[in-house]
């Protein structure tokens, strides 16, 4: 029976990796990608690579296309398993930085998604867009013909552990713990819980752990800590096993979201300002980087602290790119989605839930605070919203975000263009910029207290509200 003819998903090659539903990235799809991806690597003279995959159910035939495809053009090609996005990385390191990684990261059950490196750095958005281009013809190709459809069966996740135990030795020889702890460990039902639980039981602390064996089907919701709902099971463990600290890692494991032994969540700003206070003790006056949804706090430790506040866009790949490319200038760097990259000579230059989360146990040890909340206590919480997502209601993002930078000019603010049109005053500040991944704003307003919150907010509303009413009450309806 002939099908007709799919169009080619552009929409799922976005700024920092490919990502979208499993009825878009059928195996047909993947196969082109890959075809598109040998290409890109050929270009920069490569011929090895490492491919690894995360706990969703399909992940594991996938990778395999991928290394039957990167075989016949003569690849020597490294299976990592199924690891965190870290391990990948990681592992790459013995093919020449090159690495592969079928994950969808925190996304739901119902997607799956590639990243990759090439010679130890991510992707450009130009790169991206040009895997599309190279993977078309093929795709197209591949339409009316379903072997590659009927080649993904069932294929178990396999936990390789010469690689685990790779990984594991470099944190053990990097991390210094002055004293065990008591940690509980949520891994979600995602890739990365597995090695993580044993890395801190070979550090000698006591873990209790939570959902730390690779389940695609996710049971319980999607696997992403950024959701405070998503923390229940954490923070009733912490409190009944009165841990020290509660980690969540997200599907792929470069995030991390930490509890306190009082199981309260800590906030990004403050691990961002904890881990510029870590870095710029040894490295002083260095850059620490930050992206544009971190609040003021940030910007205003690192400047107490001597260092030099630089704020880039969003998007974990851009930050790792820039620090790759500082030669060694900037020592840290952060997301407020919770990504965090070491690079003060120790680390591996790249987003890694459990070992920014050791550099906290390590920090802590090594310090006169009794508990992290102790330690915490001088980066209070942040009077803030949450990413708030808001509906463009079908008008150009762009068209809108224009208008806000022209009302702006009489707010008294420093203008921000690098990501959306960001407003900085002296006691917080506000965002307004275009998603990445979909036909809605994010917005975010942060402030020292309650009252100037509420004020920031007001400003980005009145100047919303004449041309865009909808906009501005959706913003005011998010509170």
Known sequence: MNHPLSPFPLHIFRAYDIRGKESVLTANLVHAIAQGLVQQYQQHQQNQISIGYDARLNSPAYAEMMRQVFLAHHFQVTMVGCCSSPMLYFMARHTAGNGIMLTASHNPKSDNGIKWIMQGEPPTPEMIQQVAIDATPYYVLNQSNSGWANSVATTSHEFIEDAC?????????????????????????????????LVLQKMGCEVVVLRCVANGHFPDHAPDPSQEKHLQHLKTAVLEHQADIGIALDGDGDRA???DEQAKVISADRLLSLFAEMCLKTHPQHEVVFDVKCSTMVRNTVRDLGGQAVMIRTGSTFLRRYLAQSQGKAVFGGEYAGHYVFNDGRGFGYDDGIYAALRVLEYLSQSEAGSISALMQKYPERCCTEDTYISTHNIEPSTVLNDVESCSQQSGAQLSKIDGVRLDFEDGFGIIRASNTGEYFTVRFDADNPSRLNDIRDTFVSMLSERYPEIAQDILDAQ
């Open 165 to 197: 135990q790779q990984y594991q030795n470099a944190m053990l020889q990097d991390i210094h713990l002055a004293r065990p702890y008591k940690v509980v460990l949520d891994g979600m039902y995602g890739s990365a819980g597995h090695c993580a639980a």
């Open 257 to 259: 979201v930490l509890l």
